[in-house]
């Protein structure tokens, strides 16, 4: 009768662990980061000998408040999926000996299809220096991973981005590569500035304008 209960509550154990490890891989935020990073990382900056990695979420810097801040420069609210407080955000640092010369970051944008994944690499100063998307579903992906689309986003920095409504900006004058697809072109848009306004939240400063 004893080892009868004690196999019941083995069953009960395990089950429990089942549930809160399939309900623990459910409910965790995703983040971006690099598929291979040595590579990807060497072949955005040939003259690299190395990067580190960081990891931030808004949560741990800022919370609510922060989330706040960041919302009113990107213009827009935070997706409850997609960009919840608890996102890591992968930073790489990369180095030629001890000098930084650049960073790469990507984040995770909602498109019509499903998830944008978008890379930048940057100089130091925030710049964008490479542009591609580490995955993007749309009938059209092969236009929008296009150099003719991905090389317009490059030399654009933070300050072109809080000038978008601008019609004679830099960013007003990227051209659309979608026939169909335009939401997923302005996703493009709004993804890559919170990416840029992140980087100089968590690694620049922040005093960007």
């Known amino acids: 009768m004893e080892n009868k209960a004690q196999g ?7 089950n429990v662990s089942i549930i809160s490890f399939v309900y ?15 590579r990807d990382i060497q072949k955005l900056f040939p003259q690299s000998t190395g990067y580190k990695t960081d990891y931030f979420t808004i949560q741990e810097k800022g919370g609510e408040k922060l989330k706040k ?7 827009d609210i935070f997706d409850p ?16 000996g001890k000098d930084v010369i650049g960073y790469v970051h990507g984040v995770n944008q909602k498109g019509i299809f499903g998830t944008l994944q978008i890379i930048l690499a940057t100089d130091p100063s925030g710049r964008i220096i490479g ?30 981005f809080y000038q978008s409504s601008d019609p004679n900006g830099k960013v007003a004058a990227i051209k659309d590569p979608a026939e169909k697809n ?20 968590f690694l620049l400063g922040g005093a960007q304008k």
Not at 81 to 86: A, G, K, N, T
């Open 8 to 14: 019941v509550m083995s069953i009960i154990l395990i």
């Open 24 to 38: 623990g891989i459910s409910f965790a935020a995703i983040g971006c980061e690099l598929n291979d990073p040595d």
């Open 69 to 75: 801040e960041v919302e009113e420069k990107l213009g």
């Open 81 to 96: 999926v997609y960009e919840s407080l608890d996102v890591p955000y992968s930073y790489y640092t990369v180095l030629n």
């Open 131 to 160: 542009f591609y998307y580490q995955k993007i579903s749309s009938p059209e992906a092969q236009k929008f991973r296009g150099n003719a689309f991905t090389n317009q986003f490059v030399g654009l920095t933070l300050a072109d």
């Open 182 to 201: 335009h939401e997923d072109f302005k996703a493009t848009v709004r993804g890559t500035k919170k990416n840029l306004i992140l980087l100089d939240t």
